[in-house]
């Protein structure tokens, strides 16, 4: 089984002394059992992803490849 999806961050960053909001999405695949997992969050699952980021296959833009799921997300400080 192999699952299409995008991820999706969002935080705030202190940027020369100033709070400022950055986002950003990124196209992803994952297979096999970690595709299950993922599929099991549903649509806005939050999780902690692992894995790497390659090019795609037409050679435009990138692709996370998630290897691995750690949900649900562990309390900040409690990695």
């Given at each position: 089984m192999a699952l299409d999806c995008s991820?999706?961050?969002e935080s705030e960053?202190?940027?020369a002394g100033a709070?400022?909001?950055v986002s950003?999405?990124?196209r992803?695949?994952?297979v096999g059992e970690?595709?299950?997992?993922l599929q099991s969050l549903g649509v806005d699952g939050v999780a902690l992803f692992s894995g790497f980021i390659s090019h795609q296959r037409n050679g435009r833009g990138?692709?996370?490849h998630i290897t691995g799921i750690?949900?649900?997300v562990p309390a900040p400080g409690n990695f």
């Amino acid at each position: 089984m192999a699952l299409d999806c995008s991820l999706r961050a969002e935080s705030e960053v202190m940027e020369a002394g100033a709070p400022r909001k950055v986002s950003v999405e990124i196209r992803a695949v994952a297979v096999g059992e970690v595709a299950k997992t993922l599929q099991s969050l549903g649509v806005d699952g939050v999780a902690l992803f692992s894995g790497f980021i390659s090019h795609q296959r037409n050679g435009r833009g990138l692709i996370a490849h998630i290897t691995g799921i750690q949900a649900p997300v562990p309390a900040p400080g409690n990695f």
